[in-house]
C-alpha cells in the first residue's frame, strides 16, 4: 500500500479524516450485535423500502443525477425531500459529497489526475484511501460548483445536523420497532450503502466494458451489467462519464437503470421536468471504440 506521504499533491492536501473514520466503524461495528433469527418480515420490507427512498430517490436520482449533474429541474420541496433522503443514507454531509462528486470529475477528466483520485491501485489501498482520507483542495474556484449549492440554505443546514438526523431516525426506529429492527434498518442498511458505494465506485473504474473513451481523461469508467442493476444504474459507469448530464445511465436494453424508472416516474407525476437524456448530450471528448472494449480482472 503506498504510504500517505506519497498521495501528497500540489492541488491540494490529503489527510486522515478522523470524523469520516470514526462514523464508518460507529455504523458498521454495531452490526455484530444484529440477530439475523429475530428479524421479521416487517423488517424486511421496512428495509426494502427504506433502501429504494434513500439510496434510489436520495442519492442516485436526487443528489447524483439532479443537484449535482443538473440532469432536470424539480421544486424546492421534491429537491430539499430527496436531500433529506440521501442524508438518510448515512454516507456523510450532502456538501461534502457535492464538493468531493466535483473534485473527483474534474481531475479525472484530466492527464494530470493526482493519484489520490486515479484507480491505478487494489481494493486494500482504496478501501483506506476512499473511505478514510480526505482531500482538500488549495482553492474551490477551478472546480466551479455552482454558488446556488454551495450556499444552498438547506444544504448549509443539513452539512451541520446531517448526523443529529440519522441519530434522531435511529431513536425513533428503536422507540418504534425495538433494538434488533433498529440495528438492521439504521445500521446495517447504511452500512451496506457506504460500503456498497465505496466498492461499486471501484469496481466500475476498473472492470467491465466500455463503448467510449474519454479524450484527454486519465478515467473513462466501465459498466457492468449486475452492478448497475442493484445500484440504481450507478454501475453503468462508462455511460455515465459519456453522458455526464444525462438522466439515463443505461444505453442498451440489457442495462437495467432503475433510477431511470424513477426518474422517468417522476417526471409523468409532473414533479419534476425538463429532463436531459443522451439525445444529443454526448461528451464532447468521448470517442466511441470501433467495437466494445472489455476489460476484465486478471487471474
Not at 47 to 62: D, Y
Not at 178 to 197: A, D, E, K, P
Not at 241 to 256: L, Q
Request: hydrophobic share 40%; aromatic share 16%.
Amino acid at each position: 500500500m503506498r504510504t500517505q506521504s506519497k498521495l501528497q499533491t500540489d492541488k491540494g492536501s490529503i489527510s486522515f479524516s478522523w470524523k469520516k473514520s470514526l462514523w464508518l466503524y460507529f455504523i458498521l461495528i454495531p452490526i455484530a450485535f444484529l440477530s439475523v433469527a429475530k428479524i421479521t418480515l416487517l423488517d424486511i420490507s421496512l428495509f426494502m423500502i427504506l433502501l429504494f427512498l434513500t439510496v434510489g430517490i436520495g442519492h442516485s436520482v436526487g443528489l447524483h443525477r439532479g443537484i449535482i449533474h443538473k440532469s432536470y429541474k424539480s421544486g424546492r420541496l421534491f429537491r430539499n425531500l430527496s436531500l433529506v433522503l440521501f442524508t438518510l443514507c448515512g454516507m456523510g454531509s450532502p456538501l461534502n459529497w457535492l464538493k468531493q462528486h466535483y473534485f473527483r470529475d474534474y481531475w479525472q477528466n484530466r492527464t494530470d489526475c493526482p493519484t489520490y483520485f486515479r484507480y491505478q491501485h487494489s481494493l486494500l489501498t482504496d478501501y483506506w484511501w476512499n473511505l478514510h482520507l480526505s482531500f482538500t483542495p488549495n482553492s474551490l474556484e477551478r472546480y466551479k460548483i455552482p454558488n446556488e449549492d454551495l450556499k444552498d440554505p438547506f444544504i448549509l443546514h443539513l452539512h451541520k445536523t446531517w448526523v443529529f438526523y440519522n441519530l434522531l431516525f435511529m431513536l425513533i426506529l428503536h422507540l418504534l420497532l425495538g433494538f434488533n429492527s433498529m440495528l438492521l434498518l439504521t445500521f446495517f442498511r447504511c452500512g451496506l450503502i457506504i460500503l456498497g458505494h465505496w466498492y461499486i465506485g471501484y469496481a466500475s473504474h476498473k472492470f467491465g466494458y466500455s463503448r467510449f473513451q474519454i479524450e484527454g481523461a486519465d478515467e473513462s469508467g466501465y459498466n457492468d451489467i449486475f452492478l448497475g442493476l442493484i445500484s440504481f444504474g450507478e454501475g453503468f459507469h462508462n455511460n455515465h462519464h459519456s453522458y455526464p448530464t444525462s438522466a439515463k445511465f443505461s444505453s442498451k436494453w440489457h442495462e437495467i437503470d432503475f433510477g431511470w424508472v424513477l426518474v422517468f416516474t417522476l417526471k409523468k407525476l409532473r414533479i419534476i421536468h425538463q429532463v436531459k437524456t443522451q439525445e444529443n448530450n454526448l461528451k464532447r471528448t468521448a470517442r466511441k471504440h470501433s467495437k466494445v472494449f472489455w476489460k476484465l480482472p486478471s487471474i
